[in-house]
């Protein structure tokens, strides 16, 4: 079974604050993915990597691909107290069917006012 | 469009009961599936189809049953109740069955067993 680790589990920091969340794996991905999902809703689509080397922006967010597509980051710049929640990576590994995505554990970000 | 809209929102179980999770969208995509989620465990996939008529397991489907009559129908159901069945459930889909994992998610249902 593929895994995918993500770091940290918890985060709490100050508004204001810069981070990186982590998502790791020894299997290669075809593309991976990365989700925020708040309390009670279900995961909401950020962004979506493909190609080794690969750097997306959305606002004050950054997602980069490794060069060899094992793992993946999320950094956020100045964070918000909206910026708040659970933040998934998800992927299929090259090796697998498509249909069988796997998703990270999560990471649970807390931005204090 | 309302996406993908799950039914119901809560549920409480006795433990032997049966029921059924209903999972329907609106954007004709081919591929659905069912994730369950767990505290400290994140997404974990228990069936999936990627069109009517087709259905494959995950990686935890004992004790799920799912059928693809339609495109736009996807429901889970639960045979016999089990309190390790307590869960947050999550319906979702996407266009491509094969494409990249770009999922739209229902708002989920949390079911509770005792």
């Known amino acids: 079974t593929q895994l995918l680790e993500q770091s940290p589990q918890f985060l709490s920091i100050q508004e204001g604050e810069n981070l990186t969340v982590y998502c790791n794996s020894s299997?290669?991905?075809?593309?991976l993915q990365w989700y925020r999902q708040e309390p009670g809703e279900g995961p909401v689509l950020l962004v979506t990597?493909?190609?080794?080397?690969e750097v997306k922006k959305l606002k004050r967010l950054t997602f980069q691909f490794g060069d060899a597509r094992k793992d993946s980051s999320l950094h956020i710049t100045a964070a918000q107290p909206g910026d708040t929640g659970l933040y998934l990576c998800?992927?299929?590994?090259?090796?697998?069917?498509?249909?069988?995505?796997?998703f990270g554990d999560g990471t649970t970000l807390t931005v204090k006012p | 469009n309302a996406g993908v809209t799950q039914t119901p929102k809560f549920q409480v179980l006795k433990t032997g009961q049966s029921m059924t999770l209903q999972c329907a969208q609106d954007?004709?995509?081919?591929?659905m599936s069912w994730y369950r989620q767990d505290p400290g465990m994140g997404l974990r996939l228990i069936h999936y189809?990627?069109?009517?008529?087709?259905?494959d397991q995950g990686e935890v489907p004992n004790g799920y049953n799912v059928s693809r009559s339609t495109t736009e129908d996807f429901p889970l159901r639960l045979l016999s109740a089990a309190p390790s069945q307590t869960s947050v459930y999550f319906c979702?889909?996407?266009?491509?069955?094969?494409?990249?994992?770009?999922?739209?998610f229902g708002a989920g249902s949390r079911l509770t067993v005792l």
């Open positions: 998800a992927g299929a590994s090259i090796n697998t069917n498509a249909g069988k995505s796997t």
């Open positions: 954007m004709n995509h081919e591929y």
């Open positions: 979702a889909s996407r266009t491509e069955p094969s494409g990249a994992n770009v999922l739209t």
């Open positions: 189809s990627v069109g009517a008529g087709i259905t």
């Open positions: 299997s290669v991905f075809s593309s």
């Open positions: 990597v493909v190609t080794g080397g």
